[in-house]
């Protein structure tokens, strides 16, 4: 199991959707628990600093069962969801019959260029097989001067790990860190059970991408825990999260 709380699972390509269906009731029972896992830890300050004001359209690329969509709908957002689980959109509908939530796919967003001033992948952008095909989709829905806004797990953290589990254990490099390689982990916590597949990129391949398809980044942070009770104080000595806008030039 990598370092940390686990990434969200969340696929939208073809190849993928067949394991993500096989795991979507593990994963909302994951999801679902209240103050189970990093993202009720670390949501606010995504909401409140990387993401922009309310526009006429705000797409999510990976929604899964839906709480990340739900959260901007609360702050006023017009939210189209979109993800490759039929049983984790179902699971979202049910909880939010007013919410527009769609099977898609992220090397083909079924959206019109230019239709969205804001696209959010919070935890899902390394889910995906091709990430840069990915990212030139939300360039293409995006409208010029929209905000991609987006949270993955820290690149640093799948290349080393914490030597022991004391507060104020060393973090150490253990393995290569250039490249894209693949993840497979299962963790195991609080009694509930997630396999979590997908890439580890290193920074320089997720810039690239958004270079290419013409998005700039204006804001990067790498966020501590703002609630007391999740760690031990080892997510304030090191990141967990990498959070970042990007602006469609």
């Not at 001033?117 to 095909?133: E, R, T």
């Not at 320089?204 to 760690?231: I, K, M, N, S």
């Amino acid at each position: 199991m990598r370092p940390g709380t686990p990434r969200r699972g969340y696929r939208l390509d073809v190849g993928n959707r067949e394991a993500w269906e096989l795991e979507a009731d593990n994963w909302l029972r994951w999801a679902r628990a209240p103050g189970h896992d990093a993202y009720w830890h670390y949501r606010d300050g995504f909401f409140d600093a990387v993401v922009p004001p309310p526009g006429r359209l705000t797409v999510e690329v990976g929604c899964g069962e839906g709480r990340v969509a739900r959260d901007l709908a609360t702050r006023g957002h017009r939210v189209v969801a979109l993800d490759g689980s039929p049983t984790l959109l179902g699971h979202a509908r049910r909880v939010d019959q007013a919410g527009r939530y769609v099977v898609g796919d992220a090397g083909a967003l079924p959206l019109g260029d230019g239709r969205a001033d804001v696209v959010v992948a919070y935890n899902s952008l390394m889910d995906f097989d091709d990430m840069p095909g990915a990212v030139r989709e939300v360039g293409r829905i995006l409208e010029p001067g929209g905000a991609f806004c987006i949270c993955i797990t820290h690149p640093i953290l799948d290349v080393g790990g914490f030597a022991d589990a004391a507060a104020d254990a060393p973090y150490r490099l253990r393995g290569r860190y250039f490249g894209s390689r693949p993840f497979d982990d299962t963790a195991r916590r609080g009694g509930l059970t997630m396999r979590f597949t997908g890439w580890s990129h290193a920074l320089e391949d997720y810039f690239g991408a958004l270079r290419g398809a013409r998005l700039v980044v204006e804001d990067l942070r790498e966020p501590v825990p703002a609630t007391a009770g999740f760690d031990d104080g080892r997510w304030h000595r090191y990141p967990l999260f990498l959070q970042l806008r990007a602006v469609k030039r």
